[in-house]
Each structure stands twice: as structure tokens, then as C-alpha cells.
T-cell receptor
């Protein structure tokens, strides 16, 4: 089945220690998104790639970076995780072209714990 | 700023009761509307969506939602809930802004159905 895969499902890191979360997709979608979801809150968009174009949300901290080496993979890098960065990180994909919307499909998420 | 409001954060129902979850959004332009569901331990899944046409949308598992443009609302309904409907439900609005699509989520409603 075509799907969005996130690895690892659970990640524990230490305060200030860089961490990378991974997302891959078999849907061949051209747009990939990263969301942060804290407990009992709505998912919040951090940034997205439209093909190779990176689009950062205005309020996303500089501590968060992303890479998309090819269509299938997208990475979320947290350079110096703080305790406030503990959350569920969701990857989503969609097929979209400018002026046309489409449904976003979500991966299972990576739960990040910062010690 | 655009926002999505879900009025009920927690709902508790008995099996066979009827369900209505409220969702209102603040955006004056053309919107696409979604309800996503997140079952315990699982990823966000699309329940139903409205892009255009008939404002009464039918989704999976007997859910439906009605888009009322004049009220900026997209309420989710199910005539008779089951224990397996226990989950968190998120309303979302897809905006086309700055040349890209952006999904804005509500805070979610946690539904518990008791047998």
C-alpha cells in the first residue's frame, strides 16, 4: 500500500543534542509537510517543501531545519533541542499544483522526548 | 489571522447516541474543509472533505458534515456512534495563501464512547 512512513516512531534525545527525524513516502507526492503537535493541541505547520522549494512558516524557530534530498524523503533536523521541543512530529504529503488544493496524507508521527 | 475553532474539547457519549461536533473557521475566501480522525495510537486519517458542490458531505464509517457558508461552519455528525468511534477528531481548513496550500487545524475534540 502507498503510504507515508516515519522513523523512528519514538526518539529520545538529550537537551541540546542534535536529532534528525525521517519521513519517506511511496505516494509520489510533490509536496511534503512537517507539523509539530504538542499534547492536547492542534498540529502546527513548521514548513513544507513544494517540489524542491522550501517554505518556512514565519514563526518556526531557527532551531528547526529540513532537508529533502529527493521526492521520496524529507528530514527534520532539530539542531539544539530544548525541553519545549518535546512533541509529536507529523509528516504529511499531498499532490498539489499552484491554484489547486488536494488532500494531505499523514504518517504515524515520531514522538520526541527531550531529557 | 485565519483560525479554526472546535467548540468541544471532550465529549463523552453512550453507544447509539447521536454525535455532533462543532467547527467554525474564520476566513472570508474560498476554503476547502476537512475532518480528520486519530484513533488511539494511530495516525491522522481523512474522515471526509468538502471542496465544492453539495454542502452535505458523506464520509467513511457513517460520518457526514454540512458546510454552511453563512455560518462559517462545518459540523461533523453521526446518527449513532459506536465504541470504535472513540478517537480524537480534528477539523481543518485548507487555505491557498502566498502561492501555496496551507492546512489550519482546530484544537481537536476527544470523543469517548462508552458501551
Amino acid at each position: 500500500d502507498a503510504m507515508v512512513i516515519q522513523n523512528p516512531r519514538y526518539q529520545v534525545t538529550q537537551f541540546g543534542k542534535p536529532v534528525t527525524l525521517s519521513c519517506s513516502q511511496t505516494l509520489n507526492h510533490n509536496v511534503m509537510y512537517w507539523y509539530q503537535q504538542k499534547s492536547s493541541q492542534a498540529p502546527k505547520l513548521l514548513f513544507h517543501y513544494y517540489d524542491k522549494d522550501f517554505n518556512n512558516e514565519a514563526d518556526t524557530p531557527d532551531n528547526f531545519q529540513s532537508r529533502r534530498p529527493n521526492t521520496s524523503f524529507c528530514f527534520l533536523d532539530i539542531r539544539s533541542p530544548g525541553l519545549g521541543d518535546a512533541a509529536m512530529y507529523l509528516c504529511a504529503t499531498s499532490r498539489a499544483s499552484r491554484g489547486r488544493t488536494d488532500t494531505q496524507y499523514f504518517g504515524p508521527g515520531t514522538r520526541l522526548t527531550v531529557l | 489571522a485565519q483560525s479554526v475553532s472546535q467548540h468541544n474539547h471532550h465529549v463523552i457519549l453512550s453507544e447509539a447516541a447521536s454525535l455532533e461536533l462543532g467547527c467554525n473557521y474564520s476566513y472570508g475566501g474560498t476554503v476547502n474543509l476537512f475532518w480528520y480522525v486519530q484513533y488511539p495510537g494511530q495516525h491522522l486519517q481523512l474522515l471526509l472533505k468538502y471542496f465544492s458542490g453539495d454542502p452535505l458531505v458523506k464520509g467513511i464509517k457513517g460520518f457526514e458534515a454540512e458546510f454552511i457558508k453563512s455560518k462559517f461552519s462545518f459540523n461533523l455528525r453521526k446518527p449513532s456512534v459506536q465504541w470504535s468511534d472513540t478517537a480524537e477528531y480534528f477539523c481543518a481548513v485548507n487555505l491557498f495563501s502566498g502561492g501555496y496550500n496551507k492546512l489550519i487545524f482546530g484544537a481537536g475534540t476527544r470523543l469517548a464512547v462508552h458501551p
